[in-house]
């Protein structure tokens, strides 16, 4: 399985962007589809997921600003950023994974950097 992020970039803030993701290499949709992002020096963090029945969830810092939708056939994940600030400046990643045998598989993309000017 393979994930390839595009959209990221330099944007002002109060400025949008839209990450998309495509995975390629299973058959079948993943039971999850995400977004982390990573501050220089800090643990990664979940920005939004978004399940294939639909449930999704968000961090409290990007709720409201925050859209994630995703293609179940083609397993492809995007993330709309709106009203864009600079403490959301880092490198988001996209993830998918499978609960497989009791436990979780994930599967990561490389990251692509979101910088925020004020």
């Known amino acids: 399985v393979q994930l390839q992020a595009s959209g990221g970039g330099l944007v002002q803030a109060g400025g949008s962007l839209r990450l998309s993701c495509a995975a390629s290499?299973?058959?079948?949709?993943?039971?999850?589809m995400a977004w982390y992002r990573q501050f220089p020096g800090k643990l990664r963090e979940l920005v939004a997921v978004?399940?294939?029945?639909?449930?999704?969830n968000f961090a409290r810092s990007v709720t409201g600003r925050v859209t994630i939708s995703r293609d179940n056939a083609k397993n492809t994940v995007s993330l709309q950023l709106d009203s864009l600030e600079p403490e959301d400046t880092a490198v988001y990643y996209c993830n998918a994974a499978n609960f497989e045998s009791g436990r979780w598989v994930d599967y990561w993309g490389r990251g692509t950097q979101v910088t925020v000017s004020s």
């Open positions: 290499g299973s058959r079948f949709s993943f039971n999850r």
């Open positions: 978004r399940t294939d029945t639909g449930i999704t």
